[in-house]
């Protein structure tokens, strides 16, 4: 059973991957649009980073290699 963070958590990386495939060299998302497109999403960008799965710089989170590939991996 996945439970609601989890949810979350794929959502965001799902929201971050398809914003580094649109610019890969680039592929940052403000963290506003995050909350407006996923609701509240500090606890999931905080285990998200923690996992070494997104890069975080002032207001804006960016999507790694690592959550790439899990991210695919979850396909």
Not at 26 to 43: E, R, S
Not at 44 to 67: D, N, P, V
Request: some cysteine; hydrophobic content about 35%.
């Amino acid at each position: 059973m996945q439970t609601r963070n989890a949810e979350l958590r794929r959502e965001v990386l799902e929201t971050l991957y398809r914003a580094r495939e649109e610019c890969p060299s680039n592929g940052w998302v403000k963290i506003h649009d995050l909350t407006q497109a996923h609701g509240p999403v500090d606890f999931a960008l905080a285990i998200l980073s923690e996992l070494g799965q997104i890069k975080r710089s002032g207001f804006s989170a960016q999507i790694t290699g690592a959550g790439v590939i899990a991210c695919e991996d979850c396909e």
